[in-house]
């Protein structure tokens, strides 16, 4: 079975933002062959859909669900404002009203992606020194906020190298003059 076009979708959508009285019809939907696991997704500000044309090409039968479902964001946006929950009371009303179970999940089967091998983050540690008083701490994160020997805010100096021992060394070795050079 053939997808149907844009501009028959976008007529759908107007068709489903009228019947729920919304002012504002238009709405464009395109097909976004990058989308991977999504069925859809919609831009709510630009009244934007897009599609997965792989997942829905699958599961044709998905497609009017998957449509009003992102059709429904745009109205609650269009007729509550930004802030509403995303899948809240407005969103499953207007699903209801187009006769649509308020799914928040679509039950399309998905083809596991080729993931790469997961990268192992290379771990790093970190020497902060305050610029007014030169105190010191080297940890596995960086804290901003107030400076723990003059109690200044913000003025810190940081420093990065590998978490090993002679990464460890090489932070403690700093003067604070070399890390203000560093840091310039």
């Given at each position: 079975?053939?997808?149907?076009?844009?501009?028959?979708?976008?007529?759908?959508?107007?068709?489903?933002?009228?019947?729920?009285?919304?002012?504002?019809?238009?709405?464009?939907?395109?097909?976004?062959?990058?989308?991977?696991?999504?069925?859809?997704?919609?831009?709510?500000?630009?009244?934007?859909?897009?599609?997965?044309?792989?997942?829905?090409?699958?599961?044709?039968?998905?497609?009017?669900?998957?449509?009003?479902?992102?059709?429904?964001?745009?109205?609650?946006?269009?007729?509550?404002?930004?802030?509403?929950?995303?899948?809240?009371?407005?969103?499953?009303?207007?699903?209801?009203?187009?006769?649509?179970?308020?799914?928040?999940?679509?039950?399309?089967?998905?083809?596991?992606?080729?993931?790469?091998?997961?990268?192992?983050?290379?771990?790093?540690?970190?020497?902060?020194?305050?610029?007014?008083?030169?105190?010191?701490?080297?940890?596995?994160?960086?804290?901003?906020?107030?400076?723990?020997?003059?109690?200044?805010r913000d003025s810190f100096l940081v420093m990065r190298a590998p978490a090993t021992v002679a990464g460890r060394a090489a932070l403690e070795r700093l003067t604070?003059?070399?890390?203000?050079?560093?840091?310039?």
């Open positions: 079975m053939a997808l149907p076009s844009s501009a028959e979708l976008e007529s759908r959508a107007a068709h489903l933002l009228a019947a729920w009285r919304v002012l504002d019809t238009a709405v464009r939907v395109v097909w976004n062959e990058r989308l991977t696991t999504t069925a859809g997704r919609a831009f709510l500000r630009n009244g934007r859909v897009e599609l997965n044309p792989t997942l829905l090409g699958r599961a044709p039968d998905q497609l009017e669900t998957v449509l009003v479902h992102e059709a429904a964001h745009i109205a609650a946006f269009r007729l509550f404002g930004a802030n509403i929950p995303a899948h809240g009371r407005h969103w499953r009303s207007l699903m209801r009203l187009a006769g649509q179970p308020p799914d928040v999940t679509h039950k399309i089967p998905i083809d596991e992606p080729r993931r790469r091998p997961a990268r192992r983050r290379r771990a790093s540690l970190y020497l902060r020194v305050c610029d007014d008083c030169g105190d010191r701490v080297i940890a596995e994160a960086v804290r901003y906020g107030r400076c723990h020997g003059c109690s200044s604070l003059d070399e890390v203000r050079e560093a840091c310039g």
